[in-house]
């Protein structure tokens, strides 16, 4: 019984912990603004040669922390979410509050994966 606990218990962790690349919070701006595009099933063979969150966890570190920099950048700059993928999906922009919410996740995870954390 106990076995059999364990592999439940074990089959729930890592099936979470996959989902889990992303704090809830940030998930769900990268699901709404960022997905269509940038993650595994996109039609967009340039937008995932930048960068796929379906495959996030399999990134070399120093992968990561230059990308953590580009999103910011690019959020910041107005230059993600594209206008011509706004101009079809206007709900997609990101507001004042998701852009600055990124950005300070993506410095502070940057900071921590150099830590070594």
């Known amino acids: 019984m106990a076995g059999i606990l364990f592999l439940f218990l074990q089959s729930f962790i890592s099936e979470h912990s996959e989902e889990q690349a992303f ?61 011509k993928y706004l101009e079809h ?3 997609r922009k990101m507001s004042e509050v998701q852009t600055k919410l990124l950005c300070e996740w993506t410095k502070k995870e940057a900071e921590k994966l150099m830590q070594g954390e």
């Not at 809830?24 to 969150?53: P, Q, R, W, Y």
């Not at 990561?64 to 920099?69: P, R």
Request: hydrophobic fraction near 35%; aromatic fraction near 6%; glycine fraction near 8%.
């Open 23 to 83: 704090p809830d919070d940030i998930g769900m701006i990268l699901e709404s603004a960022c997905f269509d595009c940038h993650a595994t099933g996109a039609k967009s063979e340039k937008a995932l040669k930048a960068v796929n969150f379906s495959d996030w966890e399999e990134y070399r570190l120093t992968k990561k922390i230059g990308l953590l920099g580009d999103v910011c950048k690019m959020v910041e700059e107005g230059k993600m979410p594209p206008e």
């Open 89 to 91: 999906k206007p709900d």
